[in-house]
C-alpha cells in the first residue's frame, strides 16, 4: 500500500500554502498525531484556491447565484439567529464540480463530474441540512489527494465520514475511486437528505472488496456501495463499527466543547489498527477554530 507517511505530507503541505483552515491528521499505522503546530513547517506542493473561495464578505446578488453556488465555491458567512449562513446555503440546491482522475489509452487523465446535492432550510438545529464551507474544503482537499496519489483511494476499502450532513463529502470519496463508503450523522432528518443525495449521484464501479458491515474476507465481484446511516457520537454506539473504517472524516465538527470526548471515543472506536482520521474546519466568527482543534486533540489523547 502506498504509504501514509505521503498522505501526511500533502495535507501537510495545503495545510501549510491555504493558510486558512486548521485540523489534524492521526496516523495508527505510522504512530503518529500532527497537529497544526507541524503542519506549518513547509511547504512541498504549490496550490491556489483562488478559484474556490470568494474575497468578498458581502452576500452574494443574485447575478452572481448562479455562477458562484454551481462551481463549488466558498462563500463568507453571517451569522443568523442560532447559526450561520450565506446566500448559496439558502438554495433548494448546490452543484460541486469534482475532478475524477481517470485513464485513457493508458495514460492518466482526469474529467469533470458534477455533484447535485439537494439542500433543506437550515438553523439552529437544522445545521447538518446544507452544505458548509469546511465540507466544500474538505471534498476538495480529497480531490486534490485523489489526483497526487491516485490509488491511494481504491486502497481505503472502507470510509466513514461523521457528522456528514448532505453527504458531499462522501459522495466526493465514492466518485474519486473509493470502494466502501459510509455517511453517518447523529440526525435522522439529516440521514434522510444525505441518502437522497447518494441516490441523486449514484455511479455504481464494479470492484472487489468488503462492505463496512461485513468484516470477512470476500473476493467475489461487487458494486461499489455508499450509503448514509444514522451514528450518535459515543463509545457504545460507535462499537456497532468498531475498528472498521480504513479512513475516518469529518469537517467542522469541534465547534461545541460539550461533544470534543464523544467525539474522539468515536474515532477511536472505529478507526480500524492500519486506519487514518483526517480531520479540518475553516471554524466560524466568534468561534476559536484552534483552541476547538487544540480541545478536541487534547481530550483524544486522554482516551
Known amino acids: 500500500k502506498i504509504g501514509n507517511e505521503n498522505v501526511m505530507a500533502l495535507f501537510r503541505s495545503w495545510m501549510w500554502k491555504w493558510n486558512i483552515f486548521v485540523g489534524f491528521i492521526v496516523c495508527k499505522e505510522c504512530n503518529a498525531l500532527i497537529p497544526r503546530s507541524e503542519f506549518l513547517q513547509q511547504s512541498l506542493l504549490a496550490f491556489t484556491t483562488s478559484d474556490i473561495i470568494t474575497t468578498s464578505s458581502q452576500w452574494i446578488t443574485v447575478e452572481e447565484d448562479a455562477l458562484l453556488c454551481s462551481n463549488g465555491a466558498l462563500i463568507p458567512e453571517q451569522a443568523v439567529p442560532g447559526a450561520y449562513s450565506n446566500s448559496c446555503m439558502t438554495l433548494s440546491r448546490r452543484i460541486v464540480p469534482l475532478q475524477v482522475p481517470t485513464k485513457k489509452n493508458?495514460?492518466?487523465?482526469?474529467?469533470?463530474?458534477?455533484?447535485?446535492?439537494?439542500?433543506?432550510?437550515?438553523?439552529?438545529?437544522k445545521t447538518g441540512l446544507a452544505v458548509w464551507n469546511s465540507g466544500l474544503l474538505l471534498t476538495r482537499v480529497l480531490q486534490s489527494m485523489a489526483l497526487q496519489i491516485p490509488q491511494w483511494?481504491?486502497?481505503?476499502?472502507?470510509?466513514?465520514?461523521?457528522?456528514?450532513?448532505t453527504a458531499v463529502v462522501s459522495i466526493a470519496c465514492h466518485r474519486l475511486g473509493a470502494p466502501y463508503v459510509l455517511a453517518t450523522d447523529g440526525n435522522p432528518d439529516v440521514v434522510r437528505l444525505a441518502n437522497?443525495?447518494?441516490?441523486?449521484?449514484?455511479?455504481?464501479?464494479?470492484?472487489?472488496g468488503k462492505s463496512l458491515d461485513d468484516t470477512k474476507a470476500d473476493t467475489s465481484p461487487k458494486t461499489s456501495s455508499i450509503e448514509a446511516k444514522p451514528l450518535q457520537w459515543g463509545l457504545l454506539n460507535a462499537?456497532?463499527?468498531?475498528?472498521?473504517?480504513?479512513?475516518?472524516?469529518?469537517?467542522?465538527?469541534?465547534?461545541?466543547?460539550?461533544?470534543?470526548?464523544?467525539?474522539?471515543?468515536?474515532?477511536?472506536?472505529?478507526?480500524?489498527?492500519?486506519?487514518?482520521?483526517?480531520?479540518?474546519?475553516?471554524?466560524?466568527?466568534?468561534?476559536?477554530?484552534?483552541?476547538?482543534?487544540?480541545?478536541?486533540?487534547?481530550?483524544?489523547?486522554?482516551?
Open 106 to 125: 493508458a495514460a492518466s487523465s482526469t474529467e469533470t463530474t458534477n455533484l447535485i446535492i439537494s439542500q433543506e432550510a437550515s438553523g439552529s438545529g
Open 153 to 165: 483511494f481504491a486502497q481505503q476499502e472502507r470510509i466513514l465520514e461523521l457528522g456528514c450532513g
Open 196 to 208: 437522497q443525495n447518494i441516490e441523486t449521484n449514484q455511479q455504481p464501479v464494479p470492484i472487489s
Open 239 to 303: 462499537m456497532d463499527y468498531s475498528e472498521t473504517a480504513d479512513l475516518v472524516l469529518g469537517s467542522d465538527l469541534t465547534y461545541n466543547s460539550g461533544t470534543w470526548r464523544v467525539l474522539a471515543e468515536t474515532m477511536e472506536a472505529v478507526l480500524s489498527p492500519m486506519g487514518t482520521v483526517l480531520y479540518l474546519s475553516l471554524g466560524h466568527e466568534g468561534f476559536n477554530v484552534n483552541a476547538e482543534v487544540d480541545g478536541l486533540l487534547s481530550v483524544a489523547k486522554e482516551i
